[in-house]
C-alpha cells in the first residue's frame, strides 16, 4: 500500500514538473517571439520561414476545382471577371452537393475481398437486405452508383452513420 501511495505522489509530481516547464517554455516564447521577430526585421535579415502554399490534391474534380477558384484569387481581374469566377464558384457547389465521398471505401474493398474467399466455398443466399438495421444507411442502399458493399454498409453506431455522406 505504501508503495502504490509513493507511486502516485512521483506520478503526480512529475505531471506537476511537466506542465511548469511547459507553461514556463509558452510564457517565455510568447513574450519574445514578437520582439524577435522585429528585432530580425531591423537587422534586414531574411525570414527562413517563408510561405509556400499547400498543394491541391482531391479527388473530386468540382472540389479541386472550387479550391483553386477560392485559393488561388488574382489580384488584377476586373469586376466581371470576378462575377463570372463567383458564378463557376456557384456552379461548382452546386455540382459539388450532388457528389458524396464515402469515408470508408478502403476498408470495404479490403473487407470483401476477404468474403469472396468464404464466399467461393460455400455460396449463401442473395446480400441485398430486405430490411435496413439501424446502422445502415437508406440514402445509400437506393443509390444505384454505388457498387453492393458500399450499399449494404452498416457502421458502428446510427451517429456515424448520419454522419458519414459528405453532402
Known amino acids: 500500500m505504501e508503495i502504490r501511495k509513493r507511486g502516485t505522489q512521483i506520478r503526480t509530481k512529475r505531471a506537476k514538473r511537466d506542465k511548469a516547464i511547459v507553461r514556463a517554455y509558452h510564457k517565455y516564447k510568447f513574450y519574445y517571439r514578437p520582439t524577435w521577430d522585429v528585432e530580425r526585421q531591423a537587422r534586414g535579415e531574411v525570414e527562413d520561414d517563408e510561405y509556400v502554399a499547400p498543394a491541391i490534391d482531391l479527388s473530386i474534380p468540382e472540389r479541386a476545382e472550387l479550391a483553386k477558384i477560392l485559393c488561388f484569387q488574382l489580384q488584377n481581374l476586373s ?33 470483401t475481398q476477404a468474403e469472396v474467399v468464404i464466399k467461393q466455398e460455400s455460396p ?44
Not at 439501424?134 to 448520419?162: A, H, K, M, S
Open 79 to 111: 469586376e466581371e471577371e470576378i462575377f463570372e469566377l463567383r458564378i463557376q464558384a456557384v456552379e461548382l457547389t452546386q455540382a459539388l452537393c450532388g457528389r458524396r465521398e464515402m469515408a470508408r471505401s478502403r476498408r470495404i474493398r479490403a473487407r
Open 124 to 167: 449463401g443466399p442473395d446480400d441485398f437486405p430486405l430490411l435496413l438495421q439501424n446502422t445502415q444507411c437508406p440514402d445509400c442502399i437506393g443509390d444505384e452508383r454505388f457498387p453492393l458493399e458500399e450499399r449494404v454498409l452498416r457502421y458502428c453506431r446510427p451517429n456515424v452513420r448520419n454522419d458519414h455522406c459528405v453532402y
